[in-house]
Each structure stands twice: as C-alpha cells, then as structure tokens.
C-alpha cells in the first residue's frame, strides 16, 4: 500500500510517518508513505499556490494548476485520488475499510479557504471529510485517514491489537480496563478481573461493554 499525501505542509506528516506503528508498517514494508510538497510545481519566485477568490470575499483559494501538475505526475494508473475538504462524504470505519483494499492512494490536502471547484470536479476520485467540525486545513484530515487506514494492513498490528480490532468494529464501545496497582488511591479495579476465572471475566467485560454502549453511545446499538 502506498500512500502519497500531497500538501504545503509536508513536514507535519514527516513528523508523523517516523514514529510508533506507521513507522513500523514501513519498516516491514507493508506501507510506503510520502509526504509531498505542491510548491514543488509552482514556477514562479514566491512559489504561490493561492489567489484571490473570482467573485470577492475573504480569504484566499488554491489554484488549480499546480496540483494539475502534481497530480499528473505522481499518479499511475492504480492510483485513487483523494480530496480532503468539509464538502466530503464522512470517513469512517467502513470508509478506512474499503480504503485499506485500494494499492495506490494519494490525498490531498486543501488550505486557506477553498481549493477552485475544478479540482473537485475533474482531478479527483473521491471527495472526504472526517467530521463537522472547522479545522484550519486538510493535512490532519489526511494524517486521520493514513493511520486509520494503515492499521488495517494485515501484518502491521501484532495478534494481540487485531483481535481487539475486531471488538471495535463489532460496533460496540471497548470494556473498560485495569492494570496494577489493584487500589490506587482507594479506587479499587473490579475483584472479578483479579481472580482467575475466564468465564467470568469474559462476562463482565461483555456486559460492562454493553453498559458503556447503551449509557454513552445508544446510537450504535440501533442503527
Ligand atoms: C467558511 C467555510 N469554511 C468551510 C466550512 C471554509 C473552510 C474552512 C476550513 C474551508 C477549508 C477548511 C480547512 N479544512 C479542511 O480542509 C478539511 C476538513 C475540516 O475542516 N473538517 C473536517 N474534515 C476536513 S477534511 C478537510
């Protein structure tokens, strides 16, 4: 799985791609990650990759012409091309899911205000955005999607963190969990999980999972 995001801030997902379990995944080669810079494509001195908007009005919008160019370049004809932006369908775990089949994503990412509708319109497969709430641009955005759909890659979690994979997306909240000391401050972890009984355990993380679900969040329970 390769994974390209394409950005003016390519620094900030460096940053991210050497480090824990996205670092891993390329070590073992399972994920190639690249962050690359679109001024790359600009041609003039102060390498701009916005202008004013046609219309007026604040803030500035991304031209199309460098990421055309960008685009052009970095894409093969296996590639998926992603656009972050909060006009997007929401992602989720279905979404990182159905992502994690594809072999050759690349994201891109919009600042300012808004990147020109045409990019949207004819340079791109798919149009995402992580939820409704106003970020300054789409560079975590893409971050979100890579380690969510990173993870996914069959090899990258231990066996361990894959089973627990599976209770998440079974669509229920996770049980709550306890390490030592058994009373810290006089809050106590709950005697059942101290003893040695499995089927016990086994019980109470399943109804204290179903507790958690139906007290913080009911709508998973009737979809
Ligand atoms: C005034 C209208 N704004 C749209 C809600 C303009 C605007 C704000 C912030 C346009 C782009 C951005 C930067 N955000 C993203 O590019 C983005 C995003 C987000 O802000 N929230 C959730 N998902 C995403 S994906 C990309």
């Avoid at 810079?37 to 990759?49: G, S």
């Avoid at 669509?171 to 058994?182: N, V």
Wanted: aromatic share 6%; proline share 6%; net charge negative.
């Amino acid at each position: 799985m390769k994974i390209q995001i394409l950005t003016i801030f390519p620094d900030v997902c460096k940053s991210v791609f050497s480090e824990s379990i996205l670092m891993r995944a390329q070590e073992k080669n399972l994920a190639s990650l690249e962050a690359v810079d679109l001024r790359k494509w600009t041609k003039d001195r102060h390498r701009t990759v916005d202008d004013a908007p046609y219309g007026g009005g604040p803030g500035m919008v991304m031209k199309i012409e460098p990421i055309d160019l960008a685009l052009s370049e970095m894409r093969s004809p296996a590639s998926k091309v992603i656009l972050l932006s909060p006009q997007g369908r929401q992602f989720s775990d279905s979404t990182a899911r159905e992502l994690a089949r594809e072999t050759d994503l690349i994201l891109l990412c919009g600042h300012y205000e808004g990147i020109d509708q045409r990019v949207a319109d004819h340079l791109v497969d798919d149009e995402i955005s992580i939820g409704d709430y106003v970020l300054t641009s789409g560079v975590l955005p893409a971050l979100v999607l890579t380690d969510a759909i990173v993870r996914l890659i069959p090899g990258v979690l231990g066996d361990e963190e894959s089973a627990q994979q599976d209770s998440f997306s079974a669509g229920i909240l996770d049980h709550p969990h306890y390490t030592r000391p058994s009373e810290y401050k006089g809050w106590k972890a709950p005697d059942v999980l101290l003893g040695g009984n499995h089927a016990a355990i086994a019980n109470w993380r399943r109804e204290a999972a179903l507790d958690a679900t139906k007290k913080r969040r009911p709508d998973l329970l009737r979809p």
